[in-house]
């Protein structure tokens, strides 16, 4: 696991953070050894938190996160199973290297919505539609 700053040590560097802030799950209780499922299991429960959190302003949420995210994040909400083992790492395997989605919810109905955004890749990462990507 790796060691992070107490947020007082980054006031004292000069970043302007809340130290105040409680996170919404402790490093304790993160998990290195996690399964697949239980990955789209907590990322389920964290994306649920932060919309429930933000409600009363309309439930608009900007998650910005890395490799097979925009899936984990989506998943569930969009009331599918999460990925076998197997699934996952083809997954991972194509996701852009910056994908960009949106998922809105219509009364109680979450769906992918197309960008119209670019991806960018690098290297063998394939430039896909994130959005076709989530609908398998």
């Known amino acids: 696991m790796p060691k992070w700053y107490a947020p007082q040590q ?3 560097l ?3 953070v809340e130290v105040n802030y409680r996170n919404v799950m402790s490093r304790e209780e993160l998990d290195i050894g996690e399964s697949v499922r239980q990955h789209y299991e907590r ?6 938190h932060f919309l429930d959190y933000t409600q009363t302003a309309g439930g608009n949420v900007l998650v910005v996160a890395h490799a097979a995210s925009v899936d984990t994040c989506t998943r569930l909400l969009l009331g599918k199973p999460p990925r076998s083992d197997q699934d996952f790492i083809k997954l991972v ?9 949106i998922c809105e919810c219509d009364q109680g109905h979450w769906e992918v919505k197309d960008t119209g ?3 960018m890749t690098h290297h063998y990462n394939k430039s896909n539609n994130v959005a076709s990507l989530l609908l398998d």
Do not use: S
Not at 93 to 101: H, N
């Open 117 to 119: 955004h670019l991806t």
């Open 43 to 48: 990322q389920d429960a964290m994306i649920r």
């Open 14 to 16: 000069g970043f302007p």
């Open 93 to 101: 395997r194509q996701v852009p290297y910056c994908g960009v989605a």
């Open 10 to 12: 980054y006031q004292q």
